[in-house]
């Protein structure tokens, strides 16, 4: 799922989580959960911030940043969104080649 939010915000930058959430039919939190592991991973930044126009409120749209850097040493961790069968690591170099 990782993947396919990332791959969402890469073709589709400057939208919020809502809107992200309605194009992939994923709910708002499968959404969020994703994107904050991608975020906490520098491999999305944030892009700016606007009114959505469904609710009103200010937001945060999205990003995949120009460069995405790794540290020299990687931990493999597990996933924490599916439940321990695969590992953080494993996504990320695979996310790096898509772009």
């Known amino acids: 799922m990782c993947e396919k939010v990332f791959s969402l ?3 589709t930058p400057g939208l919020c989580d809502r809107e992200y959430a ?3 039919g994923l709910t708002i939190n ?3 959960g ?3 592991d991608l975020f906490n991973r520098n491999c999305v930044v944030k892009s700016s911030k606007k009114k959505d126009p469904k609710t009103g409120r200010e937001v945060l749209t999205w990003r995949v940043p ?3 850097l790794f540290a020299k040493k ?3 961790t597990k996933c924490k969104h599916c439940e321990g069968k695969g590992y953080v690591i494993n996504l990320l170099p695979k996310l790096i ?3």
């Open 9 to 11: 915000i890469q073709s």
């Open 74 to 76: 990687q931990n493999r």
């Open 22 to 24: 309605e194009l992939s």
């Open 34 to 36: 994703r994107r904050n």
């Open 30 to 32: 499968q959404v969020t």
């Open 66 to 68: 120009e460069k995405i």
């Open 97 to 99: 080649l898509e772009l």
